[in-house]
């Protein structure tokens, strides 16, 4: 069974940083883009950054600078260094399997949520003022 299981969100005040992990299993991992995504209160699901199998990322606007994602092949696992979280961060963070193409096609298409497949169960992260 495909499973990936996202972690390492929390509670943490404005100008803050976490760490969150996707850890994955039951599937090619080389074969898949990995992407995170957020989904606040009321809102719809939206892209944040995504990661080829060659490591070519990209990230929107609104975390660009803030945000890093990366990848480990060899422990099939991506990560999203969060810092200098805002209160407009908090949500629940999902990171679920996509089409394995560069960078290039997500900074042109965007990250849709109908293009990645298998989903983990978020993990929530809070920013407080």
């Known amino acids: 069974d495909v499973q990936l299981q996202a972690s390492g969100g929390g509670l943490v005040q404005v100008g803050g940083s976490l760490r969150l992990s996707c850890a994955t299993s039951?599937?090619?991992?080389?074969?898949?883009?990995i992407g995170w995504f957020r989904q606040a209160p009321g809102k719809e699901r939206e892209g944040v950054s995504v990661?080829?199998?060659?490591?070519?990322?990209y990230c929107i606007d609104s975390v660009k600078g803030r945000f890093t994602i990366s990848r480990d092949n060899g422990k099939n696992s991506v990560y999203l260094q969060m810092n200098s979280l805002e209160p407009e961060d908090t949500a629940v963070y999902y990171c679920?399997?996509?089409?394995?193409?560069?960078?290039?096609?997500?900074?042109?298409?965007?990250?849709?949520?109908?293009?990645?497949?298998?989903w983990g169960q978020g993990t929530q992260v809070t920013v407080s003022s």
């Open positions: 679920a399997t996509g089409p394995n193409l560069k960078a290039n096609y997500y900074r042109a298409a965007g990250i849709k949520v109908s293009e990645f497949s298998s």
């Open positions: 039951g599937f090619t991992f080389d074969d898949y883009a």
């Open positions: 990661i080829s199998s060659d490591r070519t990322t």
